[in-house]
């Protein structure tokens, strides 16, 4: 299977002390490489001879950043290990919740704006400020890995369930963020 670069990190070398085989246990000396999803390989990379399954032994992951930087530890996943190694700093952890406005009759329509991750279909609601940050791509975010897009929201009228689902399925097919018509269930949220 093919990994694009930014999927993968090659050239990696292991001591044979912190490496096994992922199937016999013994140890394993030499090159090897990590994919984005977790996974360890034997070889420079994926066309390095045939590639073998490899887990680490130690409660740590290996040193990256010279003796005097402490080991990563597994818990924190192997991403971590990636970012560390290519000096990619962590991804802010929390967004900050949306706070609405009451809407009223003068008003009937708001904005509601929403990140979809890149490979996968996860949404979630943020506010406008995270969204503006995200989408101006702010070093405390880790935007590359997030769709942005906004639904224009209807709160009253006649047709307001038949409305917002109409406009769900418009913003799904517009930002082609599929999925998006099974996230949104509830066509009459904030309706007044």
Excluded: C
Aim: avoid cysteine.
């Amino acid at each position: 299977m093919y990994y694009p670069k930014s999927k993968i990190i090659t050239n990696l070398y292991t001591n044979g002390q912190e490496m096994v085989y992922l199937l016999t246990e013994q140890p394993y000396e030499g090159a090897y490489h990590i994919l984005s999803n977790g996974k360890i390989y034997t070889g420079r990379n994926q066309q390095d001879g045939q590639p073998q399954g490899l887990k680490f032994v130690t409660p740590n992951l290996p040193d990256v950043g010279g003796s005097n930087t402490p080991a990563i530890p597994v818990s924190n996943t192997v991403y971590d290990y990636i970012r560390k190694k290519q000096q990619i700093s962590a991804p802010k952890i929390e967004l900050i919740e949306p706070k609405y406005t009451q809407p009223t009759v003068k008003y009937p329509i708001l904005t509601r704006y929403f990140l979809r991750r890149t490979n996968n279909a996860i949404f979630t609601e943020v506010s406008l400020k995270d969204y503006n940050a995200i989408k101006n791509r702010d070093k405390k975010y880790n935007w590359g890995i997030y769709v942005t897009f906004e639904l224009p929201w209807s709160t009253s009228g006649a047709y307001i369930k038949e409305t917002n689902e109409r406009m769900v399925l418009l913003t799904e097919q517009r930002y082609k963020v599929y999925g998006f018509t099974q996230y949104i269930t509830n066509y009459t949220e904030f309706s007044i």
